[in-house]
Structure formats: C-alpha cells, structure tokens
C-alpha cells in the first residue's frame, strides 16, 4: 500500500496564513494582517487582510461583512423575502422583475449548466429527497420513484428575460438554489470591494472556497496547504496562490454503499442518482464562482470525465481524490512530494 493510502488523504484545503510578517512603508507605518472569523451563510468564513493600522484592518473586515450579507440576503433560498424566494414561489405562475445583479448571477449559471451538459443546475433544488446517507437507505430506490425525483429539475426551464429583467420558473413547483455557487460568488465579491477601497492584499475563504490576491507582508504569496482531512497538522503539499480562487468540494461522511458501489450525497440533477467516485475535488482558477460550481459539478461528473472537462478549459486546474484515495491532478499540477497521477 502505498504511503498516500495510509494516510487516507484527501485534498481538503487548509489555509495557513503565516501572519506576524510586516514590511515598512514609506511614513514609518507596518503592514500587517488582519483576521476575523464568523459564520454567514451559515458557513464559516475566515476575512483576512492586510492593512497599515488596526483602524483601518477593522474597517476593511467590516466592509466584507456587509458585501457578504447583502449577498446573502439577495440569493438566500431560506429567507422567503429574498428576490430568490420570491421566483420560487411564482413558479409556473408568473415573471419575477429582480435586481440585475441576480439576473447575472442566474444568467452565469445557467451558462454552467450548458458547459457541463446539466452537471450544474441551480433547479437541482427542487429535487425530490428519495436517497438518505443516514444509513436507513439499504437498496437502491425503484427506477421510477429516481426518475420521479428529477422531474421538475431542468435549467432549460428557467426563462429569462433580459429587456423586463425578470426571471420565470416555467414549472409549478420548479425551485432555484444557489448552495453550489453562493459562496464562490460572495468571495468574488467581498474581494472586488476591498480592492477597489485600495485594500492590496487578503483572502476571502468561504469554509474552503477562497479567493486570494496580493502578497503578505513580507512580499511572500499566501499558500494554501492540502492536507489529511482526518489529521490537519499533516500537510502533503504547499501551494502558492496568487490573484486566484481555489474551491475544494468534499465529501468524506455522507455516502452510501448499494450494490458494493459507493455513492455520494451530491446527486445527478440530470438522472436523479447520487454520483460516485469523487471524494474530493478542488478546481483553480481566476474567480471563485466559477471555481465553487465547477468543483460541484466534477462530483457530478465523476472522475474521467471531470478531468477531461477540466484539461479542456483555459485557466481552470484541478486535483481530484477518488474513491480508493488516489490523487489525480489535471495537466498543469505538481505536487512536489505527493504520488500522483496526472490525467
Ligand atoms: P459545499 O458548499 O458543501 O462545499 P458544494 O459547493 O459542492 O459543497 O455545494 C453543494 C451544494 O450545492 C448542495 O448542498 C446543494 O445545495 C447544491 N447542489 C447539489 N447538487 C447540485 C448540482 N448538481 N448543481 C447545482 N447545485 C447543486
Ligand atoms: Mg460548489
């Protein structure tokens, strides 16, 4: 067995922010980092910046805050007075006028859905909840009862209409979500805030999707480390990122085994099965958006064809862990020091 085996690694991202580096600048003043951690979205998010004085840490920090809530707010599928909710409770009855940065957000999306043939759909959210990974699911539901789940999902059905800036579900009971998408977006966006306040450098880590720019203070990049999911003091690798988002999917709990095959809780929106082989994937890439949908739908795919996905697309890497824990990266990784293939 070889030495990744035992260790059971997977390629969750673990941030090591190496902070207490500061560099002079001219009037006499230290940059320094930055850091809060609090949950939005009902995820954890770790703000880190670098910035001259506490003062103006503080005040960055909160300037993120506020950009993520208010995203929050606009995409949330729980609040039912979000302009998300809203097209989801006129589903098959009327249009929807919203904010134009949602329509763009829907538009984007649905461009996923069309380069990944249905892999991403942000209608997944209306699927019929027939798979549980609590361990009460002990054969393979009937093939109709599958299908059956799938029946209101289909990107194709949500009709937008640029000149009305509405947006309409054509089918009762059709839903919207944006859980695959909302965070990646959000780190996007708390980034271009503080860099056009002047903010040079920090991180936006959305519980592992993340979007970094910058150097830290000592001029040296932000690394992010993969690391042993089940030991995090374990790192396998270091890598440098630089003005780029990484997003790591994973999933090492929620699984169920049927027919000696073993299937995850992230399911085919196209065919109503819950996709196997990944156990983890995290994509590279210039924006955390695209980073956070691709990494979900790779899951969809499964590996061989995540990875022939992925070494089609300009400036998009990956490194997926499969089911037996072996690494693969997509053509343009190394990792020094890790067994690996490349695909
Ligand atoms: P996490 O945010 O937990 O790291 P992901 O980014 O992979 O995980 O997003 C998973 C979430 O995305 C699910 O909880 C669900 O809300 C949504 N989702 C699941 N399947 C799909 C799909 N095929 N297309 C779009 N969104 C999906
Ligand atoms: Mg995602």
Redesign the pocket.
Known sequence: MSKINRFLLSATLFLFVISGYSQGIDDGTQLQVFQRTLKLMG?RFDLTVVAENQTKGDAYLDMAIAEISRIERLISSWDPNSQTSKINQNAGVAPVKVDQELFNLITR?IKI?KLTQG????S??SMDRIWKFDGSVMKMPSEEAIKQSVAKVGYQNIVLNQENGTVFLKNEGMKI?????G??YAADRAKALLVKNGVASGIINA???LNAWGAQPDGKDWMVAIVNPLNKDKVFSWLPVKDQAV?????YEKFVILNGERYT?????RTGYPSKGVRS?TIFTANAELA??L???I??MGVDTGLDFVNQLKGVECILVDDNNKIITSKNIALKGVETQSR
């Open positions: 995820s999306a859905s892999a991403f759909d942000i997944y959210a979500g944006f859980g695959a998408i965070k990646g519980s592992g999707d997003v790591t999917s994973g999933n809780h992230i399911i085919d929106p994937a956070d949908a990494a979900t739908s899951f969809v």
